[in-house]
């Protein structure tokens, strides 16, 4: 089987700059994702990494380090409207995207 | 605007019940793959098309089924239904098979279900 751990909750105030863990347990690992949902709204995605190191997209980076089993996701300069919950997703062999349970990010001013 | 297009929005319905929802992918995307978000949870995976054809199976329970036509537009079927069903049910799209791809899938507004 697998298993995905991410915080539940994270609290920020904007301009902070906050990190997302997510550790897994899988096999037959490709790469790690990560998405973005608003209150009920459609996740969107954000970054993937497959091979370890930093993946930078503007405010958000992606960090991967396959010998650890562990990923994280980077927000800087934190703006209101990044308050959502953001899920990481292990891209394995023989299934879909498996997703952690999400963290909620609450930005306050 | 994701492409991905999902009906109904919103569905409530009873207790043994039976529902169908429906998901139009992308154009182009080959992969379909349907996802249950309940009340704080998780996205659960429950079952992936390629193409017209089942590739993976998630915790999809015996009473769900899907299918894929040749048109790739796919269709959900839940019944019996039970008030444990009301969730977000999500379709996402994707060009190929995971694995082989950058990890984006493109999800759909959702269907929420309400089971009364």
């Not at chain 1, 503007?58 to 980077?74: A, C, T, V």
């Not at chain 1, 891209?91 to 963290?103: E, R």
């Not at chain 2, 390629?50 to 019944?79: C, M, T, V, W």
């Amino acid at each position: 089987g697998q298993s995905l751990e991410q915080p539940s909750e994270v609290t920020a105030v904007e301009g902070a700059i906050v990190q997302i863990n997510c550790t897994y347990q899988t096999s037959g690992f490709y790469g790690l994702s990560w998405y973005q949902q608003h209150d009920g709204g459609a996740p969107t995605f954000l970054s993937y990494n497959a091979l370890d190191g930093l993946e930078e997209t503007g405010r958000f980076s992606s960090f991967l380090s396959r010998s650890d089993s562990y990923g994280y996701l980077l927000l800087q300069e934190l703006q209101m409207k990044d308050s959502a919950s953001y899920f990481c997703a292990v891209n394995q062999a023989g299934t879909a995207l498996i997703f952690g349970k999400g963290t909620t990010l609450s930005v306050s001013s | 605007d994701s492409g991905v297009t999902q009906t109904p929005k919103h569905l409530i319905t009873a207790t043994g019940q039976r529902v169908t929802l429906r998901c139009s992918p992308r154009s182009g995307d080959l992969s379909v793959y349907w996802y249950q978000q309940s009340l704080d949870q998780g996205l659960q995976f429950l079952i992936q098309y390629y193409n017209g054809e089942e590739r993976a199976k998630g915790n999809i329970l015996e009473r769900f089924s899907a299918q894929q036509f040749p048109d790739l537009h796919s269709e959900l079927n839940l019944s019996s239904l039970e008030l444990g069903d009301s969730a977000l049910y999500f379709c996402a799209s994707s060009p190929r098979l995971e694995g082989r791809n950058t990890g984006e899938l493109f999800f759909g507004e959702g269907s929420r279900l309400t089971v009364l």
